[in-house]
Each structure stands twice: as C-alpha cells, then as structure tokens.
C-alpha cells in the first residue's frame, strides 16, 4: 500500500524569504500524481500545485514550485517570497493512475507559521 | 469555479443519535468524497461515490453509511453516532481523474 510522509509537523519563516516543505512517500506504481494542498484556517482545502509522476519538468504555480525527485520518492514544496496569507496547514497527497476510485492517499500535514 | 457546500460549519450531537452531513456540489462532477481529518492523521477516505446510487467504501467506513440519490447530493450517515466520530469531516468532488474540489467543512462533536 501506499504511504505518504511529511516529517516536519511544523514549520516557520519570516515574511519574504523563502520555505522548503517536504514530503516523501513510498509506491511500486510508475505512473501516479502527487498534489499538494493548503488548508488555511477558513478549512477549505485548496490545490496548490500538482505533479504527474511521467512528467521530468518541475511543476510551478507563481510563487509555488515543487522539487519532484521520482528515484527518491521525494516531492517537496518551495514557496518563495512568502507571505502571511500563506500561512496554513500544507497536506501532500498521492494518487495512484491505476487507483479506479480515483483516492487520495494524504500525509499528516504541515503547519507553516509565516513571521511578519 | 467549483462549489462544493456543507450543510453545517458546526454541529453538536449526543450519542446514540442518528446524524446526517450534507454535501451539494454545483458542477454536475461524477466523483464525490467523504473524508474524516483529525490533527496529526491528514485526511482519511470513509467513502466515495462515482454515479448515483453507486458507492465504494474507503478506508475507514466503520460507523457510517452514505447516500446519493442526486448526482449533485452526498450525504453522509453516521447511524449511532460515538465520542469516537468527533472530528472534522470534509466532502469533496470531482469531475473523473481531475483534482478533488472541498467544501468547507463540518466540524462534529459528539457528547
């Protein structure tokens, strides 16, 4: 089965600098998507980038980039230029393309604290 | 954009008392979730369904049952509610293999 893991429970950063959210997980499956969410206290979840596991290019969004490392099994978050309304709790997911419920497998989270 | 809508933001109940989530979604989506989040366990499937009527349990149907007899309505069901189903519960929807689309949240307390 499928697992993600995100080690860092907690994270902070001074408004304007730069933050590295980690995230790796563990599949036989070649083909597979990876997501990364942000839950602000309003609790709606938000997409914020994903990551189709046969594509080589780093997925970006604005200020939102991600470090997709396929052999190391590792998808980390950069968010550059931070700022307050940043601050939310971050869930990296993993969906298999073979998966027919189309399930989300998430991590446990991370809460990012952004310094003002 | 997407509109997913829960019933209620917060919701108190007693145990033993039947109750009912609700989701609409607004955009004619196949797929709809329901997902149970408690700190420090990210966001775990209780069921999922891909057409009216059609359900799949997920990881975690233990206590709960679902309906849909509209394709926009997913309605969650826990028959005797427990302490143990205090939680947040999140529905969430999408159009095939698209991404997940949320609703705000219920926030449930069972006492």
């Known amino acids: 089965a499928q697992t993600v893991t995100q080690s860092q429970p907690e994270m902070s950063v001074q408004e304007a600098e730069t933050v590295t959210l980690s995230c790796t997980y563990d599949t036989s499956e070649s083909d597979y998507y990876l997501f990364w969410y942000k839950q602000p206290p309003s609790r709606q979840m938000i997409l914020v980038i994903r990551q189709e596991a046969y594509k080589q290019q780093n997925a970006t969004e604005n200020r939102f980039s991600v470090n997709f490392q396929k052999a190391a099994k590792s998808f980390s978050l950069k968010i550059s230029d931070s700022q307050l309304g940043d601050a939310a709790m971050y869930f990296c997911a993993y969906r298999s393309e073979f998966n027919s419920n189309y399930q989300l497998i998430w991590g446990a989270g991370t809460k990012l604290i952004i310094k003002p | 954009d997407v509109k997913v809508t829960q019933s209620s933001r917060y919701l108190v109940k007693r145990t033993g008392e039947k109750v009912f989530l609700e989701c609409v979604q607004d955009?004619?989506?196949?797929?709809m979730f329901w997902y149970r989040q408690d700190p420090g366990l990210g966001l775990r499937l209780i069921y999922f369904s891909y057409d009216v009527k059609m359900k799949e349990k997920g990881d975690i149907p233990e206590g709960y049952s679902v309906s849909r007899e509209k394709k926009e309505r997913f309605s969650l069901i826990l028959e005797s509610a427990s302490t143990n189903q205090t939680s947040m519960y999140l529905c969430?929807?999408?159009?095939?293999?698209?991404?997940?689309?949320f609703g705000d949240g219920t926030r449930l307390s069972i006492l």
């Open positions: 969430a929807s999408s159009q095939l293999n698209q991404p997940q689309h």
């Open positions: 955009m004619d989506h196949e797929n």
